[in-house]
C-alpha cells in the first residue's frame, strides 16, 4: 500500500520516495535479468535502464496498476532479446582471471536455467522466482496463456534432465 | 559500491536531471503548445501581456526582483499549502500556520474547516489546527469536502477504494472498489454529487443513493476538475484535456503536440480554463501556462512561461489572479492580466510543494 503513495510522491519531485521505491524493487528486478541473462553486468544495466524508461514515464504511469509487473515486464523482456543477441553474435566472454565470479545461487539456479532457451529461462523466471501466474505471464509477456503453460512444462522437464 | 548502488546513483541522476538546466529558449516554442478540439479549437497567439512576461523571464529562471518571503495575498481569501512538511494555512495577510504533519488537505466548503489526510488517517481539522474528528482507514489520499452549510460530505480514497463519510464523520461508506486512484471532484451544482473515474470511464453518481446519472467512457485517465458553475468538467490527463458537458457529452479536447499537460483550474465565473503544459527537451525543460477559452474554440493566450518545471496552479476565489508554483525557481508567482508578482524562498518557508489544487479559498 506504501507503494502507491511512493509512486504519487516520485511524479510529484520526491527523491525519497523514488528511492524507496528503487529500494523496493532493484533486488528482484536485479535477480530476475540475472537469471534470464546468466550475465551479472549486463543484468545490472538491464535493470539499471527499465528504471530509467520507468522514470521517463513516471508522469504516465497509473498509480492504481502494481509497479512491478510494469517493471518486471520491461526487465524481462530486454533480458530476452539481450540474450538472444548475444546468442546471435556467438558472443564469447572475456574472461578477467583475476576477477571472481559472481557467485551462483546456493542450489546452482544460474547453471541450470542457463541451459534453458532465452524464452523458457523467462517464463521460468517469472513463474517461479517473481512468482507470477500462468495468466499474468500471459499479460506480462504478450503470449498466448497455452504458450505460457507449454513453455513452462517444457522448462520444468529441461531443468529436472539436468539435476 | 554494490550493483544497486551503483544503479541508484544512476537512476536518481537521470531523476534530477528531470528538472531541467536552463537555458535561453527561442520564442518559437512558446508556439509549441497546441491546442485542438473536436476539429475546432486551435492555438491562438498569445496575448502583449503574455509577450511581455515571457520576454521578461526567458533569460532566467525566476521573475525578477521576487519578494523574499510570502507578505500578503495579492486577493482577499486563504490558501492552503500542502507541502513535503506538511499542511498550512496562509490568510490574507500572509500569516501562517501549520496544521500538521499531513499528506493531503482541501477545505470545507465555506472554508470553515479542513480534511486532512494521512496514510492510516482522515480527519477534520478547523482552520487553526484542532481536531474535529478523525477516521482511522488503511492508505488514505485525495481527500475533497462538499456541501452546504448544514449537510455536507467528504469524499476520500481508502484501500478499500473510493468512499463517501458525513462532514460530521459519520455514514462512512464505500462508493466504488473499483474508482481510479485520482482525485474525485463534487460537481458543484448538484448537491452530494461526485464525478470520478472508474472502468475506463467518467461516472457521475449521487452519492446518498448511489444512482449514476451518467457514464462517459474516456480513453485516458487523469484530474477531475469543474467549471465553478458546474456546466464543465475537465479531464485532466498528460497527453490531453477532455472537457465534458454537464451531461457527460464530451465537448471538446485540448492537446499538446509536443508537451505533457500537468494542470489545470477553470477561472472562478468562467470558462476559461488555465492550463499548465511542459515541454522536455533533451537538455531543458521548459513550461508554459495558458488560458483556453473552452467556449470559444481558437481562443487561447499565453500567460506565463519560464524555463524548468512548474507545478500546480490556484485562482484566487475573486477569479483576478492566478497562483502558479515554480518550483524549479523556488517562487510562486502571481499573475493578473500583466501584472507579476513574485514570491521566492517557497522551499525555506514551506518546505517542497506537493500541491495547490483548489487550494485558495473562500472571500
Known amino acids: 500500500m506504501a507503494e502507491r503513495a511512493w509512486i504519487r510522491g516520485a511524479q510529484r519531485g520526491s527523491v525519497a520516495d523514488l528511492e524507496r521505491l528503487f529500494r523496493e524493487h532493484w533486488p528482484r528486478a536485479f535477480r530476475a535479468a540475472r537469471l534470464v541473462t546468466g550475465d551479472a553486468a549486463a543484468a545490472e544495466d538491464i535493470a539499471q535502464e527499465a528504471f530509467l524508461a520507468a522514470i521517463r514515464n513516471l508522469d504516465r504511469f497509473d498509480r492504481r ?62 513463474r517461479y522466482v517473481l512468482e507470477y501466474t500462468p495468466g499474468e ?27 | 559500491m554494490n550493483p544497486e548502488d551503483r544503479a541508484w546513483e544512476v537512476v536518481r541522476r537521470a531523476y534530477e536531471e528531470r528538472v531541467p538546466a536552463p537555458r535561453p529558449t527561442s520564442n518559437r516554442l512558446v508556439l509549441a503548445i497546441a491546442v485542438l478540439a473536436l476539429g475546432a479549437v486551435a492555438l491562438a497567439a498569445f496575448s502583449p501581456p503574455g509577450h511581455a512576461v515571457f520576454e521578461r523571464v526567458r533569460r532566467a529562471v525566476g521573475v525578477e526582483h521576487a519578494a523574499p518571503a510570502l507578505a500578503a495575498l495579492p486577493a482577499p481569501g486563504r490558501l492552503l499549502v500542502q507541502s513535503y512538511t506538511g499542511t ?130 474516456v480513453p485516458v485517465y487523469g484530474r477531475l476538475v469543474w467549471s465553478s458553475d458546474g456546466r464543465l468538467l475537465a479531464l485532466v490527463a498528460p497527453t490531453r484535456i477532455v472537457v465534458l458537458d454537464a451531461n457527460g457529452k464530451r465537448l471538446r479536447w485540448v492537446s499538446t503536440l509536443t508537451g505533457q499537460l500537468l494542470a489545470a483550474a477553470f477561472k472562478p465565473g ?87 489544487t483548489n487550494s485558495w479559498c473562500c472571500r
Open chain 1, 137 to 163: 505471464i500471459a499479460s506480462l509477456l504478450d503470449l498466448p496463456r497455452g504458450t505460457v503453460n507449454s513453455r513452462l512444462r517444457r522448462g520444468l522437464d529441461q531443468l529436472k534432465d539436468l539435476q
Open chain 1, 65 to 126: 496498476r502494481p509497479f512491478g509487473p510494469w517493471l518486471h515486464r520491461i526487465v524481462v523482456n530486454r533480458a530476452i532479446d539481450w540474450t538472444r543477441a548475444r546468442k546471435l553474435r556467438a558472443e564469447v566472454e572475456l574472461v578477467d582471471a583475476a576477477a571472481t565470479p559472481p557467485p551462483d545461487e546456493p542450489d546452482g539456479t544460474f547453471a541450470r536455467i542457463g541451459a534453458l532457451s532465452p524464452e523458457h529461462r523467462a517464463v521460468i523466471v517469472l
Open chain 2, 88 to 217: 498550512w494555512v496562509v490568510d490574507t495577510d500572509g500569516a501562517k500556520r501549520n496544521l500538521g504533519a499531513w499528506q493531503y488537505a482541501a477545505w470545507s466548503p465555506h472554508g470553515r474547516f479542513v480534511v486532512v489526510a494521512k496514510a492510516n488517517e482522515l480527519a477534520a481539522l478547523d482552520p487553526k489546527g484542532a481536531v474535529r474528528w478523525t477516521l482511522a482507514r488503511h492508505d488514505v489520499a485525495w481527500p475533497a469536502w462538499e456541501g452546504t452549510n448544514v449537510d455536507t460530505r467528504i469524499a476520500y480514497f481508502a484501500a478499500t477504494g473510493l468512499r463517501v463519510v458525513a462532514g460530521d464523520g459519520t455514514g462512512d461508506k464505500l462508493l466504488d472498489a473499483y474508482a481510479q486512484d485520482e482525485p474525485a471532484a463534487w460537481d458543484p451544482a448538484r448537491l452530494h454529487t461526485l464525478a470520478y473515474e472508474t472502468g475506463g470511464a467518467v461516472v457521475l453518481r449521487q452519492v446518498d443513493s448511489g444512482r449514476e446519472l451518467w457514464r462517459t467512457n
Open chain 2, 270 to 356: 468562467t470558462h476559461e480554463l488555465a492550463v499548465q503544459a511542459r515541454f522536455e527537451r533533451v537538455a531543458s525543460r521548459r513550461s508554459e501556462v495558458k488560458l483556453v477559452d473552452v467556449d470559444h474554440p481558437g481562443h487561447a493566450r499565453l500567460l506565463f512561461a519560464g524555463p524548468g518545471a512548474f507545478g500546480d496552479i490556484a485562482w484566487s476565489p475573486n477569479g483576478r489572479w492566478l497562483l502558479v508554483d515554480w518550483p524549479t525557481a523556488n517562487q510562486w508567482v502571481f499573475l493578473h492580466g500583466s501584472r507579476v508578482h513574485a514570491v521566492g524562498n517557497v522551499e525555506t518557508q514551506f518546505g517542497q510543494m506537493l500541491q495547490l
